[in-house]
Each structure stands twice: as C-alpha cells, then as structure tokens.
C-alpha cells in the first residue's frame, strides 16, 4: 500500500541557523533579527475565466478577508491573503498544515485552480532598526514608509533571486518569501549584508508542526 | 532603465524580457499544409525578418517576469528611451481580475 498520509512542511533552512543565536558584529543590540516562519502551509489559487468576482465572495465568506486587487496583503486570525498576479494569490495558513490546503481546494472548486505551494517557498521574517539598511543592498524597490507601507507587497528580485518582499508592520517588519532550492543563496547574501548591523535569530511558528 | 508596470509598479528593465514588435500580432494568413505562392512568400518573409527601425515611437512587448508574469506593451522612444506608455497586452477581461 502507497503512504498517502499528508506529509509535514518541513523548515526550508533547518541547520543553517539555531534560534538564539547571535551572528555578525556582536556589541549592543542586535540591528536586525531574522526569523523563518516555519509549520505554514501556503496555497496558490486563480481564478477561473470570469469567476473572480464568485472567488472573492467566497473566500469572504471563508476567512472574512477580500482578495486584493492590486500588490497588497490582507490577514485575519493564521490566514492571510497575498496578492500575486491579476487573479492570482497565495493564501498563506500559519497553523493547521497541509489540511488547510485540500480543505481550500475543495471549498474553491469551480472557481479556482488551487496548488499548494508549502514546499515551494521558504517565508523569512526580518526586522529591527537597521531591516532597510540591509535590504536596500539587493531590493531595486522604493521601500520608504510613505510608499511602501505595512500591507503593501512586491514581487521583484533581490540579490537576483526571485522573491515576494512583504510589509508586514510599520516596526518596521518584512517578510520574503522565496523559493526553497534557491534559500542557502538567498541566506549567504541575507546574512552578509546583515552582518555589519549584528543579527539575532529568532523563531516564528513551530518547526515540528505543518 | 525603469518600466512602470501597471500592476506593479516602477521597476528596473532587468525585471522584463524584451519580445519584439507590438504591431506584428497578425501572422499571415494562408491556408495549411497548402503551397505559398509569390505573394504568400514575400507576406511571410515581412512577417518573419522585416522590422521597422522608427526614429521615433515604437511598439513592442515586454514580459514582467520577475514580476507579475503579466505581458505589457509598452510605447517606447526608439532615440530617447523614454516609456510614453504601458499597458496590459491582454485585455482586462481575459486577466480575471476580481
């Protein structure tokens, strides 16, 4: 008999860095901090020919939130809704596992095409004082606060890697999604540029749940 | 050089891909499978190798690629650069935008 057990997310930079852990320039407090957030599953869904205005009732109705129009993130509860592409997002699920996935792609059939994408993207959280010093060395976005402000989002290249950059709180906070075969790249050009500000590792979520 | 996306936004050229003539959308049309006269040879022949060089506006597409993956056509200066316009090359009803 095929296992079809639905298998857990497992952390896209397990080894490369330990929770508490402090790296780069060590006196005073930490410039920045950065955390994967690990035991989230994320979905992508379109929608079908002329059913976005059916899709986005629906997923009202599901998690109370709207699907964006335009590059911008919504969140209510572990959900959040990120926009992708005219009629296309990522709903991004912070507990529950892949279940939530297959609950989504049933709930959604006939108005969307829904894939999940838990294993295809590492999501990373970075904050702290010195978050835009270190991401003005490889974002070609405006990330100043007047024009890029918590909520808003953009899929663009960082240090060449394909990446969605999103504002996640005014602390300032950020998030980057990227795609897990390119995560030991992305981290040696993260922690490189982070370096001469001091880095904490944190954690977000729970590495042994998914 | 900076592209303004329409659904994203400014961004840099290195973002796009460059596709060609935006005026060229329309492939000659001769019947399959059947033999090109003189005058389907001479359409085929424009369609495939000639391109206008303007010294002013040009047409052309640019895929976002390491954006939106939306296909743009873009208005662009051929002596300047400069992007005097940029829109979706799909109309807004085949996008599904809610």
């Keep these: 008999m095929v296992d079809v057990s639905i298998p857990p997310v497992v952390s896209a930079l397990a080894g490369l860095a330990t929770a508490g852990q402090r790296l780069g320039f060590k006196?005073?407090?930490?410039?920045?901090?950065?955390?994967?957030l690990t035991g989230v599953a994320i979905a992508s869904i379109a929608a079908r020919k002329g059913l976005a205005d059916d899709l986005s009732a629906k997923?009202?109705?599901?998690?109370?939130?709207?699907?964006?129009?335009?590059?911008?993130?919504?969140?209510a509860g572990d959900?959040?809704?990120?926009w992708s592409a005219p009629g296309q997002w990522l709903v991004v699920f912070e507990s529950g596992g892949r279940q939530r996935v297959s609950d989504l792609t049933a709930a959604l059939r006939g108005l969307a095409s829904t894939t999940d994408q838990s294993d295809s993207r590492a999501i990373i959280e970075i904050s702290g004082p010195r978050v835009r010093d270190v991401l003005a060395k490889g974002v070609m976005v405006d990330l100043h606060p007047s024009v890029f402000a918590p909520g808003n989002t953009a899929?663009?290249?960082?240090?060449?890697?394909g990446a969605q950059l999103t504002c996640i709180d005014a602390a300032p906070v950020y998030q980057l999604m990227v795609p897990r075969s390119f995560c030991l790249?992305?981290?040696?050009?993260?922690?490189?540029?982070?370096?001469?500000?001091g880095i904490s590792i944190g954690a977000k979520g729970d590495p042994k749940k998914g | 050089m900076r592209i303004v996306c329409p659904f994203c936004g400014a961004r840099d050229a290195q973002e796009f891909s460059y596709l060609g003539d935006a005026s060229l959308q329309q492939r000659p049309d001769t019947p399959a499978g059947a033999p090109l006269d003189d005058a389907a040879h001479a359409a085929w022949h424009d369609y495939v190798y000639l391109r206008e060089n303007p010294p002013g506006e040009h047409t052309e597409f640019w895929y976002?690629?390491?954006?939106?993956?939306?296909?743009?056509?873009?208005?662009?200066h051929m002596r300047t650069h400069a992007i005097s316009n940029v829109e979706a090359a799909r109309p807004s009803s085949l996008r599904g935008a809610a």
């Design chain 1, 79 to 82: 959900v959040s809704i990120i």
């Design chain 1, 155 to 161: 899929i663009t290249l960082v240090a060449h890697v």
């Design chain 1, 59 to 75: 997923v009202q109705t599901l998690f109370g939130l709207p699907l964006p129009s335009e590059p911008k993130r919504v969140a």
């Design chain 1, 27 to 36: 006196d005073g407090e930490a410039g920045v901090q950065i955390a994967e």
């Design chain 1, 185 to 197: 790249s992305f981290w040696d050009w993260l922690i490189s540029s982070a370096e001469e500000y």
């Design chain 2, 64 to 76: 976002h690629a390491s954006g939106c993956r939306q296909w743009l056509k873009v208005t662009r």
